[in-house]
């Protein structure tokens, strides 16, 4: 199965900057249990009837302590520096509407008095609200001296904010490009640690954003922290509907997986109304986060594609891109809304990114979801847009390497920079002005030629279309493959050459600490930064090296090959584009995977897998298997191989909940291509949900075997179905023989109640002899 897609750059999110009142009433109307949640680490689900009496003096405690370190934060000023001066600046910059009024203020100021941490702040975010649409100003604003200056007095004071303060400057700097040093970020962590108790929802949600913006991964402790008060406030109601899909995404990005803290969210916006809050960028970012943390909640999910479905239209392409991607990562058909999805993507086809493309087609083809001959050629038409706009890419990159080549053999080159900037202009050079993720690589290639051969496009499209679509996508790949190829050898040279220059100690040291890099990355620990260079692809897969270069993974080999076999199952005839080693290599690491397939089947002693267990129910009734058997031409495996007779075979396939559709039950695309596999290899196939089997009892399962079994022609025995069958016949029996005594029951002590009647009538033991 390979790996579902997503949109190559995260979508971008806003959370709420505007000036925030940095007074200590900010959060006055918050409730009183918010505080009391940390109490002594009283876990928020403890019996609230047994432990009220105890909490409520601790509950008081703190809250006064909380008021006394919230008065303490945030209100330090500088020697000098009048509380009523400090309040006539902050009048008059809220007063400015220019940044340049902004700075001129804080530089009469800093060379005075100095400013408060209330005061930087405020003119750091006014500075940030100023140049919200100006990326060029922000560059000019960061390049002056008063800037600087005013960068100063606020690092220098981060230990004195509070939780508002601290929250609003870190956004400020992610927005306006600041790059903080180490030693200022730690600052900052340590002072968010210090006044954790302070932070509520909306600050909880800009810290995190602000550390995803400047790609700095807080320290885990303080991920913690957060993660734990976010759930308090999720389960209580008080995050807004913006701030919970910032808190989801800003997790996602910092690396942050944490399912408790996703199923609370999903929880939180499953609640009637909330989804339908959210500006759509919202509603894609909370569900592609819960895509990214593992949070399947159908509720959640069915009210983001209520709110889609409200507003189809005011959906960016890839807020489009990033739901399907999420409904594939669920594996939840959207059924009907897929009409609604095509009708949003159709009318912005042009302004489809090669990711949100990708995205689309993928999501047809898994769900197994033919879109028409008409949209299919129209995506094809676009598609086709996207190869030629890479062919002019590589030509410019090409000759812009030549440009390079020529000027660094060239040593009294003083003019290269000029020359290569008078080379890069004209309409000729345009394809050098590619933005980032405008042009298709490797990932994209992939999931594009997979998904337009399990939809069929060649039996779909016009013959000319589709030759030149599949060739191209071909002829596409075969060079991302080619390019890969061709620099493991210069890369291993070069690690040979570096290794044999170095020291032994150095050269045994550094694949040590590439693995613990490596690892830190898996546990979320890793800079923000490092994670963030490596962008996700359609298929969930990264590129190491950037998009010129990167990685060819085994599993984009493998989605290669099987679109390749889906188009040839398919009966088409058309000659291939790929060169012989990339088809070659695409092959062998199909056929490696499913050897790989093979040996992981059976599963340990201990630990069955289905194919396993249905092996050995069939094993029970004495009829003859194989398991786990390859095809003739080894491209499949047989989960479970049977003869039904002299010239029928059986290829009973055992399907897990990973090959259908989680809410519709429904076979996803890829097992499709499998049953043209066997099917081309004489096999009959047949399926048994393994779900729908394990639910049963031991007795019922061994005879649902049987009956299936008997359905094909085989005739299943022995004692243990024998047992089975008496023991099913003994339960469905026992009603009947219950009521039975209990009726008889019933009738025995009607008589001796009766009896005892007669002889207190009679006055004797014995009934009155009739006459």
């Not at 008059?92 to 530089?107: G, K, M, P, S």
């Not at 600050?203 to 993660?227: E, F, K, N, Y």
């Not at 209990?742 to 002899?769: C, K, L, N, T």
Request: proline letters at 5%; one cysteine or more.
């Amino acid at each position: 199965m390979t790996a579902a897609p997503e949109s190559v750059a995260a979508p971008e999110h806003h959370v709420e900057d505007e000036e925030h009142e940095l007074e200590l009433e900010h959060h006055a109307s918050a409730d009183a249990d918010a505080a009391a949640l940390h109490v002594n680490g009283v876990a928020a689900d403890a019996d609230a009837a047994a432990a009220d009496a105890h909490l409520q003096p601790a509950a008081a405690a703190a809250d006064a302590s909380e008021e006394k370190k919230g008065h303490k934060r945030g209100l330090s000023r500088p020697p000098g520096l009048t509380e009523a001066r400090d309040r006539e600046t902050h009048e008059e910059l809220r007063a400015c509407d220019d940044w340049r009024d902004v700075l001129d203020v804080v530089a009469d100021e800093a060379a005075v008095e100095g400013l408060s941490a209330r005061t930087c702040v405020q003119a750091l975010t006014k500075l940030n609200t100023l140049t919200r649409n100006s990326p060029s100003e922000r560059a000019e604003v960061i390049a002056l001296p008063a800037f600087a200056a005013l960068t100063k007095l606020v690092l220098d004071q981060v230990h004195d904010m509070n939780n508002v303060q601290l929250s609003n400057s870190l956004w400020a700097f992610s927005q306006l490009g600041v790059r903080l040093p180490a030693a200022d970020l730690d600052a900052y962590w340590a002072a968010c640690l210090d006044a954790a108790e302070l932070f509520y929802p909306r600050d909880i949600s800009t810290l995190l954003a602000a550390a995803a913006g400047l790609r700095a991964a807080p320290p885990q402790r303080l991920l913690d922290v957060m993660g734990f008060r976010a759930r308090g406030f999720l389960s209580s109601a008080q995050f807004e509907a913006r701030g919970i899909s910032t808190l989801l995404h800003s997790c996602v990005v910092l690396g942050y997986i944490n399912p408790l803290l996703g199923w609370a969210a999903a929880e939180a916006v499953a609640v009637p109304g909330v989804m339908a809050a959210m500006a759509p960028q919202g509603v894609a970012n909370t569900m592609w986060a819960l895509g990214r943390m593992g949070v399947y909640h159908p509720p959640a999910v069915e009210a983001a594609l209520g709110a889609f479905r409200a507003s189809a239209f005011a959906y960016k392409p890839q807020e489009v891109a990033n739901l399907l991607w999420a409904l594939t990562a669920f594996r939840h058909h959207p059924g009907e809304v897929f009409a609604d999805f095509a009708k949003s993507l159709l009318g912005r086809l042009e302004e489809l990114r090669p990711a949100d493309l990708a995205t689309a087609l993928y999501a047809l083809a898994y769900f197994n979801t033919a879109p028409g001959r008409a949209v299919l050629t129209r995506i094809a038409g676009r598609v086709l847009t996207l190869l030629e706009q890479r062919t002019r890419a590589r030509a410019a990159a090409a000759e812009d390497a030549a440009l390079l080549g020529e000027a660094a053999e060239d040593t009294s080159a003083p003019e290269l920079a000029p020359r290569l900037r008078k080379a890069t202009r004209g309409p000729a050079r345009n394809a050098l002005r590619w933005r980032a993720g405008t042009v298709l690589n490797g990932v994209e290639l992939a999931n594009l030629y997979w998904g337009f051969a399990l939809l069929g496009a060649e039996q779909q499209l016009e013959p000319r279309l589709a030759e030149r679509l599949m060739g191209g996508l071909e002829a596409a790949l075969a060079e991302e493959w080619q390019a890969v190829a061709a620099a493991r050898p210069a890369a291993g040279a070069a690690a040979a050459e570096g290794a044999a220059g170095a020291e032994a100690p150095a050269a045994l040291a550094e694949p040590a600490v590439e693995g613990a890099a490596e690892a830190k990355v898996e546990q979320g620990e890793a800079p923000a930064a490092a994670v963030a260079e490596a962008p996700a692809g359609p298929s969930g897969a990264k590129a190491a090296a950037g998009p010129a270069g990167g990685a060819f993974p085994d599993s984009l080999q493998r989605m290669t090959f099987q679109g390749f076999l889906a188009g040839r199952l398919a009966g088409s005839s058309r000659r291939h584009a790929f060169s012989p080693l990339a088809l070659d290599a695409f092959k062998r690491s199909w056929m490696s995977n499913m050897t790989d397939m093979a040996a992981r089947g059976t599963g340990s002693r201990g630990n069955k897998t289905p194919v396993k267990h249905v092996a050995d129910l069939v094993h029970k009734l004495k009829i003859s298997y194989d398991t786990l058997r390859p095809t003739r031409d080894g491209l499949a495996v047989i989960d479970v191989a049977l003869k039904a007779g002299p010239e029928r075979y059986v290829a009973l396939e055992v399907v897990a909940d990973a090959d259908t559709a989680a809410n519709s039950r429904q076979m996803l695309g890829p097992n499709a291509v499998k049953r043209q596999l066997l099917e081309k290899n004489g096999w009959e196939v047949r399926y048994l949900n393994a779900g729908d089997l394990l639910r049963l009892d031991a007795d019922t399962q061994l005879l649902f075997v049987a009956e299936l079994l008997k359905g094909l022609g085989l005739k299943p025995r022995g004692p243990e179905l024998t047992a089975a069958l008496a023991a099913v016949q003994g339960a469905a029996a026992a009603p009947g023989a219950a009521a039975r005594a209990a009726r008889a029951e019933s009738a025995g002590a009607g008589e001796a109640e009766g009896g005892r009647g007669r002889v207190a009538a009679g006055g004797s033991g014995r009934a009155p002899r009739r006459s």
